[in-house]
């Protein structure tokens, strides 16, 4: 399947369930890159057995320069671990950024991790 290119920077957050962990994606769908790319989650995400709150990461301060295409994948946790320490299932970001012309992007992405709860079964079962 090939993948549609936007000619603008398009920054995304996603969560991944890869095996039996937990990971955050920040992506740039676009041709061209996203500058001074700031994530701010509007509470706290915890990993490493809810021992470490990953919003505290410097990259969630201010990414300088997001290349087209690029991908950063963020070990959260193991699955059973980060739902067990999720305090909410509904986990929001607000993101900003900026394009080489210097126009300004604002959105908010809003996840339902509802969807992931009940993975854990089909992963252990495979």
């Given at each position: 399947?090939?993948?549609?290119?936007?000619?603008?920077?398009?920054?995304?957050?996603?969560?991944?369930?890869?095996?039996?962990?937990?990971?955050?994606?920040?992506?740039?769908?676009?041709?061209?890159?996203?500058?001074?790319?700031?994530?701010?989650?509007?509470?706290?995400?915890?990993?490493?057995?809810?021992?470490?709150?990953?919003?505290?990461?410097?990259?969630?301060?201010?990414?300088?320069?997001?290349?087209?295409?690029?991908?950063?994948?963020?070990?959260?946790?193991?699955?059973?671990?980060?739902?067990t320490h999720?305090?909410?299932?509904?986990?929001?970001?607000k993101i900003?950024?900026?394009?080489?012309?210097?126009?300004s992007f604002?959105?908010?992405?809003?996840?339902?991790?509802?969807?992931?709860?009940?993975?854990?079964?089909?992963?252990?079962?495979?």
């Amino acid at each position: 399947m090939k993948m549609l290119i936007s000619k603008k920077a398009v920054v995304i957050v996603d969560f991944e369930i890869d095996a039996d962990a937990v990971f955050l994606v920040i992506k740039n769908l676009g041709a061209v890159p996203a500058l001074k790319l700031k994530i701010r989650p509007l509470a706290a995400i915890l990993g490493l057995e809810g021992k470490k709150d990953i919003t505290k990461l410097s990259i969630f301060k201010e990414i300088s320069y997001l290349a087209p295409l690029k991908e950063i994948k963020i070990f959260i946790d193991s699955y059973e671990s980060f739902f067990t320490h999720l305090k909410d299932l509904s986990v929001h970001f607000k993101i900003s950024y900026k394009n080489e012309k210097r126009g300004s992007f604002k959105i908010k992405i809003h996840h339902d991790l509802r969807i992931y709860a009940d993975l854990i079964y089909f992963i252990k079962k495979y």
